[in-house]
């Protein structure tokens, strides 16, 4: 069964039983692209009916829009809240149009449930509409970045709550391997001793580092630019309006919203987009480089360094049997390889905006929406399924350390730089230990080199 709705192009069917209407339709026909459809991202259409229900506020205080029909369109829109209604949002998250689509979808799903809870049937639209209504005083031109913005907020607590979760499991594990000490590398070689609890305590240290930089960049999406309608002139919104769904979007929301100071310039900014794709990216630069570390420490488990073990959490190959694969950071620094070119995506389309639109947000909303999801399932799997189940093989670290020609560096000091690399030199070209031959050629007592070989005086852990 199906119903006729009609736009300036021609009649269509829509199904009966549907809540979008004709220009959802059209999307739902010209835009079979990515496949991942609005409804994929509950939060971002959460926001939108957040920023509908803003509007309605502001109209109707402004004395624009009747009572029946803005007590309608907020019940409506806390309806859409509750995620009732979110397999109504069919749209292709790419679409041409600058997000017009999307901002149809939310005003035809808002406009049909409001129709009946007012009395009336779909597609009556004399008694509400979405173009007169829901979308009274907006454009697409921000009504959709500002749903954007708030989507992004609304996802971004979770990132941050997980973020918080990860950087508590690093640190409860640098603190239970605090005592294990090992052999710091740099290129690739025998550096100084260390322990293993200093090397999560840092990965704790440089994650800390990140809730302030997502915090910073994703306070950028408070300014918003309601009021500007089509070009930023404020055309078809009353005086004030601006102002007003700034605050009324603060009340229902908690976060700090403020209209742009310059109409015009935010309409066609996107820099805030940028800013925060910048975050992301960098979050998942850092994740990657703690998983490649956490693959070398863990490499082997007979050739390789093998100073950790990574929880077994599958079998590792189809024709080598007991092969145990570091499957969960190598499925971490994939995701983090697909923010990277997002962010890629944000800049050129950011880049790409002409005159008063940048008529490329979609791919922005998506890539951006995308990154979030990515990064947070990331951030999870690697806590759950790696990190906490982390253990260390002691005796194998502390015997690369008494072995390693780094600990001639500890030394250096007390038998001075050409003893050092004498001492160096020869084990290098025996294979001796450091240990043993610095007893050998009495150059320091056993209480004085077990002293200055104590993981205390080396590491400087108490």
């Known amino acids: 069964m199906s119903r006729i709705e009609n736009d300036l192009i021609s009649s269509l069917p829509v199904p009966d039983n549907a809540y979008y209407g004709i220009h959802t339709q059209r999307a739902i026909n010209n835009f079979n692209i990515s496949g991942i459809k609005l409804s994929h991202y509950p939060q971002f259409i959460k926001a939108l009916a957040y920023v509908k229900w803003a509007a309605a506020e502001a109209n109707y205080e402004l004395g624009v829009l009747d009572k029946d029909i803005h007590d309608a369109i907020i019940e409506a829109c806390k309806k859409v809240i509750e995620g009732d209604y979110n397999d109504q949002f069919p749209s292709d998250m790419l679409q041409g149009g600058a997000g017009t689509s999307t901002n149809m979808n939310i005003n035809e799903v808002v406009t049909n449930i409001a129709l009946e809870i007012m009395g009336h049937k779909k597609g009556e639209y004399q008694y509400c509409s979405p173009y007169d209504h829901v979308n009274l005083s907006q454009s697409t031109n921000d009504a959709y970045p500002t749903g954007v913005k708030l989507g992004i907020l609304f996802y971004n607590e979770m990132i941050e709550d997980t973020l918080i979760e990860l950087i508590t499991a690093l640190k409860e594990k640098g603190d239970e391997l605090k005592h294990v000490v090992t052999m710091g590398r740099t290129h690739l070689q025998d550096a100084i001793p260390m322990t293993l609890g200093q090397q999560f305590d840092a990965y704790a240290a440089t994650l800390e580092k990140e809730k302030t930089s997502l915090r910073q960049s994703v306070n950028l999406c408070l300014e918003i630019n309601m009021g500007a309608t089509a070009v930023g002139t404020g055309l078809n919104a009353i005086p004030g309006y601006d102002a ?92 983090c390889f697909r923010v990277l070119a997002n962010d890629f995506a944000v800049t050129m389309a950011s880049e790409a905006g002409q005159l008063q639109l940048n008529v490329m947000e979609p791919i922005i909303t998506y890539t951006l929406l995308e990154s979030q999801n990515l990064l947070n399932n990331a951030m999870v799997c690697l806590r759950k399924n790696c990190i906490e189940g982390i253990t260390a093989n002691e005796e194998h670290c502390k015997n690369l350390v008494m072995n390693s020609i780094g600990l001639v560096t500890a030394l250096n000091p007390y038998i001075g730089y050409e003893n050092s690399t004498a001492i160096a030199k020869e084990a290098l070209e025996t294979g001796a230990n450091v240990y043993n031959l610095v007893l050998k050629k009495n150059i320091l007592s056993k209480d004085d080199l077990d002293r200055i070989l104590n993981p205390e005086n080396m590491t400087g852990i108490k």
């Open 244 to 335: 007003l769904c700034a605050k009324n979007l603060t009340r229902l929301t908690r976060f700090n919203f403020t209209p742009a100071k310059n109409l015009v310039e935010a309409t066609s900014n996107t820099g805030s987009f940028v800013a925060y794709s910048s975050a992301l990216k960098k979050l998942a630069t850092k994740l990657s480089k703690i998983c490649n570390d956490l693959r070398i420490l863990a490499s082997g488990p007979r050739c390789g360094v093998h100073e950790i073990n990574l929880p077994p959490m599958q079998a590792g190959s189809s024709i080598m049997p007991g092969k145990v694969n570091p499957v969960i950071p190598e499925v971490v620094s994939q995701t």
